[in-house]
């Protein structure tokens, strides 16, 4: 089964940036649309940014947008996320997910990575 790992968070100052990647492995993925969501302690889990699977349209959270860009690398099975101009209330667990086959729903996730940002 496809499995997603994160990797690129950690310890940053307001203002700084970083890059979030997720690589997929086990059985190539397919049309696969993926996405990054986020989930902050005592907050529910909510959407950050979304591309499709031939990087023909991107989506993003309204408190996102103007900092982070998202985008597909070398193959449709690696994402990327750079974030700008982080701000405190981007501290959270950073997940990346993957749909099925023409699909819009993320069936596939991984274990997150934190992005801690501080002031």
């Known amino acids: 089964q496809v499995q997603l790992v994160e990797s690129g968070g950690g310890l940053v100052q307001a203002g700084g940036s970083l890059r979030l990647s997720c690589a997929a492995s086990g059985p190539t993925l397919v049309r696969s649309a993926m996405g990054w969501f986020r989930q902050a302690p005592g907050m529910e889990r909510e959407f950050v940014a979304a591309?499709?699977?031939?990087?023909?349209?991107?989506a993003y959270a309204n408190s996102v947008k103007g900092r982070f860009t998202i985008s597909r690398h070398n193959t449709e099975n690696t994402v990327l996320m750079e974030m700008n101009n982080l701000k405190p209330e981007d501290t959270a667990v950073y997940f990346c997910a993957a749909t099925e086959t023409d699909s819009v729903r993320y069936t596939y996730w991984g274990r997150g990575t934190q992005v801690t940002v501080s002031s």
């Open positions: 591309i499709t699977w031939n990087s023909t349209s991107t």
